[in-house]
């Protein structure tokens, strides 16, 4: 089969991945002065990408970094590269960095933002972890403290994920002062014994996840008891289901947290339930 050449977005261009490039005094790369969002995509269609580009346009103004060019002008270029990449199902990543400058703490007041987009293809329909259920462990939250502002410096995260890989886990869930705060690249979510949707309420303590809004729409329309209010790790582990919302997953099950099965050890009625309306309305309203 033809291998298909890989285009990204640079400043302007339209280019082969290997010949995009960006300056080595970056700030994105030198101190983590960037913000990004992950739009996920169906059938060449981006989901909620209104959502992630107001959530962007809200991280570039809690920074003082200057929005390049218009939402509507990004949106093209997502739409251009799902095209030129023949992107079906998967996500299209969108990094604006403060720009280009001499090493020093302080920025220029004249400085020009970089912009970089790219497409990865992903199973996001049905992959194999979603059918058998995530297993988490718990790790101290050691990220700064303005969690809403969606900016590159994922290495706490980064660092989490590997341990529980470590560990034999899929994933890692971040804990405050005994109360879960949200995944590595996750909100997280539990049922309660009760039957009661819980998730941690918005705060600079975690990210607001667009598909998080989305789920609880959906919970709310079918009905289901939601309270927006931190849970702790015991009662994580004694939940009768748990799962995980992001851009990269839609709605991921957990069956276990820190070695502790949840409910029977499968993904929970609730969960799959709520995972299969969001899959149908992303499919349907977009
Ligand atoms: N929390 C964190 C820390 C994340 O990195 C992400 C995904 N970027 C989320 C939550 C989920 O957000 P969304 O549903 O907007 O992808």
Known sequence: MKQMMRIVYVNGHFLPARQASISIFDRGLLFGDAVYEVTACLDGRLIDNAAHLERLSRSLDALGIDLPMSLSRIETIQCRLIADNELTDGIVYVQISRGTGERDFLWPEAITPNIIMFTQSKNLRSP????????????????????????????AQS?????????????AWLVESGYVTEGSSTNAFIV???????????????LSGIT??????????????????????????????AFATGSS??????????????????PGPITNQIRQRYIELASLTL
């Open 128 to 155: 194999p972890l979603a059918d058998r259920g995530a297993r988490v462990v718990t790790a101290p939250d050691i990220r700064w403290k303005r969690r809403d502002i969606k900016t590159t410096g994922l290495l």
């Open 159 to 171: 660092l989490a994920k590997a341990k529980a890989k470590e560990m034999g886990c899929d994933d």
């Open 192 to 206: 309660t014994a009760a039957g009661k949707l819980k998730t941690r309420a918005l705060s600079e303590d975690i």
């Open 212 to 241: 998080r809004r989305a789920v609880l729409s959906i919970a709310t329309r079918s009905q289901l008891e939601v309270e927006e209010a931190a849970f702790s790790v015991d009662e994580a582990m004694a939940a009768k289901e």
């Open 249 to 266: 997953y839609f709605v991921l099950p957990v069956v276990e947290i820190n070695s502790s099965q949840i409910g029977d050890g499968k």
